[in-house]
């Protein structure tokens, strides 16, 4: 096993420090105030992140001191935890705890799909090498989806993180939301065009197929109560598209049950089919999922407005939507306005990605545009899908300033 020098150990110790002073720093109640508004439904001051998961080696990767390498993936969390508010000044909330997360995973099919990552500094792209060509022929391939926990390594690393900094952090257990991504494993199994072709040549061997993994999901829920893997997750814990689980609707200890727990769902492999292929072919599978959730966050990049009348709209468990520019933004404002579902919107990038100087007047005026829309909704504002911000902290410092004087500005209650 891997140790840790006496010169990592206390790096490791003053990230903790500084961690513990920003979860009791004035500031961070400031923000705990408006996620709590949130959860509790009422429309106050919205919350605003840049967040940095495509740009790490920008943000983390040069700021590690520690030379070991289990020393530097305890660093990175650390680090990780702090850089919305230490770089760039954003609503991340900070909690005086150190979370480690069950190594729980589930795998809705039986074959993994393999991909060839592009080359070049931090490149984000691949390609799917198809696994299946003709579903109808090859499904018994889907076959023998599975699920597990690594209780050793969990605790391996709960021990480790006790013993280095407990005293500063103390260790807490959390889990994320329940799984169910049902089209995205199985577009990386065949590919998209494939897929879209499966819908209309052989339906019936796409029905079977989601089937197969709903069925491994459900079973999964139940190894999840009956191993008693289940956390709390309400306040500063992980929700599905990077956001929190902030919630007065679910309890806060004594979590035994998956319907005491957000899910999180998504499906951006069909954003291109009809509402009506949407209804056939996905919606009842993941019904059977939300039966076994508590709440619900759903969507990452698809179009949600043209599923939301007669599908997303349906359940009363959603309480987070993800509002991607590809979607009538107004439009979505006009379904969520008043209710309990946060309009969390994923702003377009280029703004804070292009090459030169930001145009501030361009920022402001888009943002205007997004806060109309959002207005007289729970409003959540979290930037992703950022590749760089070219080593420039201030860059992110001030894009983040200009996205929360535009809500100052132009979001109504």
């Known amino acids: 096993m891997q140790t840790i020098s006496q010169r990592d150990r206390e790096i490791l110790r003053q990230r903790a420090q500084l961690q513990l002073e920003y979860a009791n720093a004035p500031e961070n109640e400031v923000i705990l105030k408006k996620w709590r508004a949130l959860a509790a439904g009422r429309r106050e001051s919205p919350t605003v992140r840049l967040l940095f998961s495509n740009f790490r080696h920008e943000v983390i990767t040069p700021r590690l001191q ?23 000044g954003d609503d991340t909330p900070i909690s005086p705890t150190f979370d480690i997360a069950w190594r729980a995973w589930a795998q809705p099919f039986g074959i993994a799909a393999k991909r060839t990552q592009a080359e070049g500094s931090n490149a984000q792209g691949y390609h799917i090498e198809p696994l299946i060509t003709d579903l109808a022929a090859e499904i018994d391939k889907l076959r023998g989806g599975s699920f597990g926990v690594d209780r050793d390594a969990t605790q391996q690393q709960h021990e480790l993180a006790d013993d280095l900094f407990g005293d500063i952090l103390p260790v807490r257990m959390v889990i994320g939301c329940l799984p169910g991504a049902l089209t995205n494993p199985l577009v990386h199994l065949m590919g998209m065009e494939a897929y879209y072709v499966a819908m209309f040549d052989c339906p019936d061997a796409i029905h079977e197929a989601m089937e197969m993994g709903t069925r491994v999901y459900e079973q999964y829920y139940d190894f999840l109560e009956a191993e008693q893997l289940l956390e709390p997750m309400t306040g500063i814990r992980p929700l599905g598209a990077e956001s929190f689980a902030f919630t007065d609707e679910l309890p806060s200890e004594n979590v035994t049950r998956t319907t005491d727990c957000w899910g999180y769902l998504e499906s951006q492999e069909t954003t291109a089919v009809s509402a009506e292929t949407f209804g056939e072919f996905v919606f009842p599978y993941q019904q059977r ?3 076994r ?25 959603l309480r987070k939507l993800s509002v991607s520019p590809f979607n009538d933004e107004p439009q979505i404002g006009e379904y969520l306005r008043g209710s309990r579902v946060v309009y969390y919107s994923k702003p377009r990038a280029e703004f804070v990605t292009c090459d030169g100087p930001m145009n501030d007047e361009a920022i402001t005026e888009y943002f205007k545009g997004v ?10 504002i979290a930037q992703r899908e950022v590749g760089t911000i070219f080593g420039d902290f201030e860059r992110g410092r001030h894009y983040v300033r200009l996205a929360k004087e535009a809500v100052d500005a132009y979001w109504t209650p």
């Open 293 to 317: 959730h508590g709440l619900l966050s759903y969507g990452c990049c698809e179009r949600v407005d043209a599923i939301w009348p007669d599908y997303l709209s349906k359940w009363d468990k």
């Open 371 to 380: 806060c109309e829309a959002a207005s007289g909704c729970l409003f959540e």
């Open 66 to 88: 520690c030379e070991g390498e289990l020393a530097r993936g305890i660093e990175s969390q650390l680090l990780s935890t702090l850089v919305g508010r230490e770089l760039f």
């Open 289 to 291: 999922l939300v039966d």
